[in-house]
């Protein structure tokens, strides 16, 4: 037998000195384990049994009823354990739930700010922008996150008093809940290199929306999250329906916003889960990372973006320091309201058009606007109506509040009859003049008056030199009844 050379001798005595102490490792932790077991399944009797026997302020084990030998095991449920409402414990500062689902719920957070504060503009723009029949199919829910509990019984007091007839039609509901609810915000991981201030700001601000949108997952079909400056479109929420009913049904959000949190559609089905996710990653990074996040989570593949924007951000300040912050949505359209009579209809132009906004977003209703560059004497946009019309009235507004210059500045509307096509493009043989645009709008009543006939086009006819580009926001007729 070879004798073994020290080194070799000590590599031994280091295995075996190794796997004698894992074995000792190994049955010490076996023995806490199970005698930890022992010790609960202990206190478990100690605490569930005495409780049956409850007599003159004494605990007593109640020796009659034995203990089965085998439990039933309790059922759970994913549905109703899982997904359900979290049990948050929330304060109702103004209004109550209503008793039956709307439309939309609309769902804003707020604090208050430093300097300037939006909220009440805000809120005064979302009735405004809607008319009765509208209302009754939105629901807004105002939580107010501030640190200091007075501080938003002051809000709410204020909103008490210049929204009152709002709250009792039952159009608004304020909440709030207790910080002693929300996990912890101090000693947070600083991902990005943020700041501990910025870091706390941003965890909280995704557990306060989290905590809305808990709130408002059986309030309504849909779900709009909007922040508390902004200012909304006129016809905001028929836009909204008209879009949501033109798409396949299996989308997770829409955007009716460029801008951080604002104008983000859901549908109430998803808000579980989407508080859940804010939850989870709460202190990982900014919300609107974690809402793009979630969408994609959900399989839609690509972000769903609406044009024209719907709301536009109007604070100047934020509410994390008050840090300036005026960015503006360059999409924002102030109306998408048809104020006329809704024609079946096809729009043609031999203007240069820029991106996406084709003469086909003015005449489909509530899609957008027509924006055009590089125009010369000549240039045309024309309307051509699915069948002949008598009309009554007719407006049409170029330009808008975002590009203030690019209006028709030299040009004038004609009149068609006699439908043809021609190279594929609808157009008519005869066209008769029948104004002029001033300071970019042509408006004409009692039309009938003036022609007699029915007409098949509208057509725009551009006469001067134009260095601006041109928005075209309206095309409204009103129809002979």
């Known amino acids: 037998m070879k004798c073994l050379s020290p080194f070799v001798r000590y590599i031994h005595f280091r295995k075996v000195t190794f796997l004698v102490i894992t074995l000792f490792v190994l049955h010490t932790m076996i023995c806490l384990i199970f005698t930890r077991t022992l010790k609960g399944d202990a206190d478990c009797l100690q605490e569930e049994t005495p409780q049956k026997g409850l007599k003159d302020g004494t605990l007593q084990i109640n020796s009659g009823a034995p203990m089965p030998e085998n439990p039933q095991p309790q059922t759970y449920m994913v549905t109703e354990d899982a997904l359900d409402p979290l049990p948050i414990p929330y304060e109702y500062l103004l209004g109550s739930r209503p008793s039956a689902k709307r439309y939309m719920a609309i769902g804003i957070s707020s604090i208050k700010r430093q300097k300037e504060n939006y909220l009440m503009d805000t809120i005064q723009s979302i009735f ?3 008319d009765q029949e509208e209302l009754e199919e939105l629901l807004l ?56 201030d910025r870091v706390k700001y941003r965890s909280k601000q995704n557990v306060d929306y989290a905590f809305l949108i808990n709130f408002c997952a059986n309030l309504s079909r849909y779900y709009l999250m909007l922040e508390d400056d902004v200012k909304c479109a006129n016809g905001f929420l028929t ?37 859940r996710f804010l939850l989870l990653f ?91 560059k590089n125009m010369i004497p000549g240039n045309t946009f024309r309307v051509v109506f699915g069948e002949a019309v008598r009309l009554r009235r007719i407006l049409i507004l170029t330009g808008s509040s975002e590009y203030p210059r690019d209006f028709l500045h030299s040009g004038y509307l004609e009149t068609g009859k006699e439908k043809t096509e021609i190279g594929g493009i609808q157009t008519c043989r005869e066209f008769r003049e ?22 098949e086009c509208l057509q725009i006819r551009v006469t001067g030199v134009q260095k601006e580009w041109l928005v075209i926001k309206d095309i409204d007729v009103w129809v002979l009844k």
């Not at 840090?323 to 949505?329: A, E, L, V």
Request: with cysteine.
């Open 239 to 275: 836009a909204i329906k008209n879009s949501v009913t033109e798409r396949n049904p299996s989308w997770t959000t829409i955007s009716f916003s460029k801008l951080g949190y604002i104008g983000k559609l859901y549908q109430s089905r998803d808000l579980q889960q989407l508080a």
């Open 282 to 372: 709460y202190d990982e990074m900014p919300c609107d990372w974690l809402l793009d996040h979630f969408y994609k989570c959900k399989a839609q593949p690509d972000k769903i973006q609406v044009v024209p924007s719907l709301f536009q951000h109007m604070g100047s300040y934020s509410s994390f320091l008050s840090i300036k912050n005026d960015q503006k949505d360059d999409e924002f359209q102030e109306s998408v309201r048809k104020l006329g009579d809704v024609l079946p209809a096809s729009c043609f132009t031999d203007i240069e058009v820029h991106e996406h906004y084709g003469p086909e977003n003015v005449c489909k209703h509530g899609a957008g606007y027509f924006w055009g």
């Open 141 to 196: 829910v105002i939580y107010l996150a501030d640190y200091n509990a007075s501080v938003s019984r002051e809000t709410a007091k204020e909103i008490e008093i210049k929204f009152k007839l709002h709250i009792a039609a039952g159009h608004m509901i304020v909440i709030s809940c207790s910080l002693d609810s929300y996990p912890t915000l101090e000693g947070l991981k600083r991902n990005f290199n943020d700041a501990e």
């Open 128 to 130: 405004d922008q809607s």
């Open 434 to 455: 029948l104004g002029s645009f001033q300071n970019g709008h042509f408006e004409i009543n009692n039309l009938d008056k003036v022609i007699g006939d029915k007409i």
